[in-house]
């Protein structure tokens, strides 16, 4: 089958392909949705304001957090670093910070506008400082234990002094805002990345609030998504003029405020903005820039991959849930069509070729490799043909020990222990990234099912075929439901349903 059209057939790896499953949640609609760091576990948040968390390797749900005060739609979804927390934001202004292993509170902000996206501090185990974008408003820091919010600044004109814009675009404390803005922790949660309409990216220390650094992104567009893969080289921005930018970052990883420091010294012969701009180069450098040149849509929810490998966005067309996956060297790799369903939100697997997506209905579509059967992987010996050859019969081949076949000696070495306690690290994550009490898994509750038992005198053929089933479903328990009598007999105690019916 040939590539659909400005596809490189080179650049095709390893990507999802088709669509392999579809979650539904019963109970309301799925608006957002987030892995957790090692994918074992997806939460959705619902326009009910309930979050679901599925068991994304046994797709069912583990867990429901149902909130009695919110009952608004979820704008965002956030996992801790080791999974043990979620924030969700909500347009009724509110944002809860939920303990996912016993689904309670651990605390609920009300703030003065809309959170469009909240996102936890990454550097922490138990965060307890958020980064949130609200509407009409400029990006701020909250602290999750007193509630209190640090606006940042979203213009270089604040930082430097000059004009500000009209007051139809202020806050109510009188600060500036260019609407809509976009922000984003660095990996290690030390630095805040801005976003904003006209079209620049500010590197800002929210601790003190001080822009250090300014990098204009060109055609000065607004910004409306911004973010850096898992693990904080690469940097990517969606536009208002239908163009993800792909940026690496240059600053060491682990010493950027220091850097940033020194950057501002090694610049003191410059003021102002082209101080900041100087600065910026040295922070960020754009790699690729990708668009669609034929249909030129704009862009929903853009991600990296696990790793940064590849780079997806889903188009926001209304009536199409179409996902377009470059790789990192900007080639066009795959160009996914879903359902006539608008997607509005994105997802790739943090570890396998795994894409989520969700639909304006409310339903998430799993996105995985079109696998061909491969016969010769459960035989050493099974030839797969093209079509048919001629057997030429050994004169041994029927022979019960052939001649032909040698015994070769084992090369295992049956006297060396095996260790069967250890556990190998996975190599996906680094070492600073690996946990002993990371949560990649929820307990699961049976519920059994419970036989309905109709009505004696309206039924009565349909209420004996009902209790036998009970009947052998109680003789077939565990040894654990019987109870020896004194005389060492062994007397079932479960009762049955015909006790009592007739």
């Known amino acids: 089958m040939n590539s659909p059209p400005n596809i490189d057939p080179s650049s095709q790896g390893n990507i999802p392909e088709v669509i392999e499953e579809f979650l539904e949640y019963d109970s309301a609609s799925m608006k957002c949705i987030a892995f957790n760091r090692r994918g074992t576990l997806l939460a959705a948040g619902c326009n009910d304001g309930n979050c679901v968390i599925w068991d994304f390797e046994t797709r069912s749900i583990a867990k429901v957090l149902d909130d009695d005060e919110c009952s608004s739609p979820i704008t965002s979804i956030c996992w801790s670093r080791y999974g043990h927390q979620i924030l969700v934001s909500a347009t009724d202004k509110s944002l809860t910070l939920w303990d996912v292993m016993s689904g309670k509170k651990i605390t609920r902000i009300v703030l003065q506008y809309t959170p469009l996206q909240a996102r936890l501090d990454p550097g922490s185990s138990t965060p307890s400082l958020c980064l949130v974008c609200p509407l009409l408003c400029n990006p701020m820091v909250v602290d999750l234990n007193t509630g209190n919010t640090t606006l940042l600044k979203v213009s270089v004109s604040e930082t430097c002094g000059g004009p500000t814009p009209s007051s139809r675009n202020k806050c109510s404390d009188g600060i500036a805002s260019f609407i809509p803005t976009a922000a984003c922790f660095n990996k290690y949660g030390n630095l805040v990345y801005v976003g904003n309409s006209k079209g620049e990216i500010l590197i800002i220390d929210y601790k003190d609030g001080e822009v250090h650094a300014m990098v204009p992104i060109s055609g000065g567009s607004i910004v409306k998504n911004i973010m850096f893969n898992r693990n904080g080289q690469y940097l990517l921005t969606n536009s208002n003029d239908r163009t993800i930018r792909i940026y690496e970052n240059l600053l060491p990883l682990k010493d950027e405020i220091r850097a940033l420091n020194d950057l501002g010294e090694n610049l003191n012969d410059l003021n102002g903005v082209e101080k900041l701009k100087a600065a910026g180069s040295k922070c960020l450098t754009l790699l690729r820039e990708l668009n669609d040149s034929i249909t030129r849509v704009h862009w929903k929810a853009p991600c990296f991959s696990g790793v940064g490998e590849w780079v997806a966005g889903g188009s926001s067309s209304k009536?199409?849930?179409?996902?377009?996956?470059?790789?990192?060297?900007?080639?066009?790799?795959?160009?996914?069509?879903?359902?006539?369903?608008?997607?509005?939100?994105?997802?790739?697997?943090?570890?396998?070729?795994?894409?989520?997506?969700?639909?304006?209905?409310?339903?998430?579509?799993?996105?995985?490799?079109?696998?061909?059967?491969?016969?010769?992987?459960?035989?050493?010996?099974?030839?797969?043909?093209?079509?048919?050859?001629?057997?030429?019969?050994?004169?041994?081949?029927?022979?019960?020990?052939?001649?032909?076949?040698?015994?070769?000696?084992?090369?295992?070495?049956?006297?060396?222990?095996?260790?069967?306690?250890?556990?190998?690290?996975?190599?996906?994550?680094?070492?600073?990234?690996?946990?002993?009490?990371?949560?990649?898994?929820?307990?699961?509750?049976?519920?059994?099912?419970?036989?309905?038992?109709?009505?004696?005198?309206?039924?009565?053929?349909?209420?004996?075929?009902?209790?036998?089933?009970?009947?052998?479903?109680?003789?077939?328990?565990?040894?654990?439901?019987?109870?020896?009598?004194?005389?060492?007999?062994?007397?079932?105690?479960?009762?049955?349903?015909?006790q009592g019916m007739f």
Not at 330 to 352: Q, R, S, T, W, Y
Request: aromatic residues 6%.
């Open 319 to 498: 009536g199409e849930h179409k996902i377009l996956i470059w790789d990192r060297a900007g080639h066009l790799a795959k160009i996914l069509e879903g359902p006539k369903e608008a997607l509005i939100d994105l997802a790739f697997h943090p570890v396998f070729p795994i894409a989520v997506s969700v639909s304006l209905n409310g339903i998430c579509y799993i996105w995985a490799r079109d696998y061909t059967e491969n016969w010769s992987a459960f035989a050493p010996d099974f030839i797969e043909l093209d079509e048919n050859e001629e057997h030429v019969e050994l004169e041994d081949e029927f022979d019960l020990i052939p001649e032909t076949v040698k015994v070769k000696g084992s090369d295992v070495n049956e006297d060396e222990e095996v260790d069967i306690i250890t556990v190998e690290k996975d190599t996906t994550f680094s070492d600073s990234d690996m946990s002993q009490d990371e949560l990649c898994y929820l307990p699961s509750t049976p519920i059994p099912d419970v036989l309905p038992i109709p009505d004696v005198l309206e039924q009565p053929d349909k209420c004996l075929e009902t209790s036998l089933k009970l009947l052998d479903i109680n003789n077939s328990s565990s040894p654990l439901s019987e109870v020896a009598e004194p005389n060492g007999n062994m007397a079932n105690h479960a009762s049955t349903p015909l």
